[in-house]
């Protein structure tokens, strides 16, 4: 039985990063200011040209979002709230903006901020949720319990918002059952979107000091590559959206002795999906040999968009698929699908068996 998925919906944000404003603590983890590579909050006019400057270089009915990103929105100040959504209005009156989304912390949401933030056209709101583990989340500074995050994502969603969460995989007494099990409790919650970012060492935070001491040791590349791959086939097999995997790699936290340990790399998303093909082909290859036998020569089948995906990494998928096999050619499809793999005998011009991303992860877990 074929299972559908649906499909991303392309829209643009319009990101205004508010580092620190209305934080009123500071996670082992954290420097919004490194992150960011900017060291103050914007005013209302610097607001104002960020979306015209956007406004520019975004085609014609697009669907455009004023994303406030960096703090925690709903801690700040009320005035200070209201004053950055006032200056979004005439954007979405005018229809050049489709909504606002804003990211807060779970401990920051009641239902006077829900209706306030409704009034002003909020459509998103994302939770810096991390972990749904509480051991993880007292080691990490968060100071709040899983079930504070439960109570603000079900009030979120009572109240018609969209609800993303962001979650951090690698923090402090985290391991690699925690991060699957927060991803089980994170798709009960039916959020429309998440982010998953692998924990960094950023320079002078307390994760830092802990890192020197001996008291941390961040996950390996390959682990965070693998765990993503993991808690993303497991969002996308019940529709829930990964938008991004991996923090942005801006200039400053490319900057020397920004990043002092951790599983950084300026296209982590990119490696985690090839990791998902590197699996997805040795499960077609394994299930072509099932139904037509062992073949020393195959011909490996995917779409012309997705080949730099399954060559992976300096050719890593292919010299694993070569390890295996006498010869492995691989051949582009330019048309229909995407994140699909066929698979046929040595000669073959078209493939014999084809898995889909949606056939994968069903007949993986079967």
Request: glycine letters at 6%; aromatic letters at 8%; a neutral charge.
């Amino acid at each position: 039985m074929k299972k559908s998925f649906k499909h991303e919906i392309k829209h643009y944000n319009i990101p205004i990063f508010i580092p620190h404003l209305g934080c009123p603590y500071e996670c082992i983890y954290c420097d919004q200011k490194k992150i960011t590579a900017q060291q103050n909050a914007p005013d209302i006019g610097q607001v104002i040209h960020t979306i015209e400057d956007y406004l520019q270089t975004i085609p014609s009915g697009a669907e455009v979002d004023v994303a406030f990103f960096g703090g925690n929105f709903t801690a700040v100040d009320k005035k200070v709230q209201r004053d950055y959504l006032y200056a979004v209005q005439p954007y979405l009156q005018q229809g050049k903006v489709n909504c606002i989304r804003i990211s807060t912390r779970p401990d920051c949401i009641d239902e006077p901020v829900l209706d306030m933030l409704a009034y002003y056209g909020v459509r998103m709101i994302e939770l810096g949720v991390q972990s749904l583990d509480e051991r993880v989340l007292l080691a990490s500074s968060r100071n709040y319990k899983p079930e504070d995050v439960l109570k603000s994502s079900r009030l979120i969603k009572e109240k018609g918002f969209e609800l993303g969460i962001q979650l951090m995989i690698g923090l402090p007494r985290d391991s690699y059952d925690s991060d699957i099990e927060t991803a089980r409790k994170t798709i009960a919650m039916r959020p429309q979107e998440v982010r998953i970012y692998p924990t960094l060492v950023i320079a002078d935070t307390a994760l830092d000091s802990m890192w020197k001491r001996g008291d941390y040791n961040p996950l390996s590349l390959e682990e965070a590559i693998c765990t993503c791959a993991e808690m993303f086939l497991m969002m996308q097999k019940e529709n829930i959206r990964v938008i991004r995997m991996g923090l942005y790699a801006g200039e400053e936290l490319r900057r020397d002795g920004v990043v002092q340990a951790g599983p950084f790399h300026p296209s982590f998303g990119e490696l985690v999906e090839q990791e998902i093909f590197k699996q997805q082909a040795l499960f077609a290859l394994r299930r072509f040999n099932q139904l037509f036998g062992y073949h020393p020569e195959i011909n490996l089948h995917v779409n012309s968009r997705d080949i730099s995906k399954m060559v992976g990494n300096k050719q890593k998928n292919l010299r694993l698929l070569k390890q295996e096999l006498d010869v492995v050619k691989l051949k582009a499809d330019p048309t229909g699908e995407r994140n699909w793999v066929g698979i046929s005998a040595g000669g073959a011009d078209k493939a014999q068996l084809i898995i889909s991303r949606a056939d994968y992860i069903i007949m993986r877990d079967s």
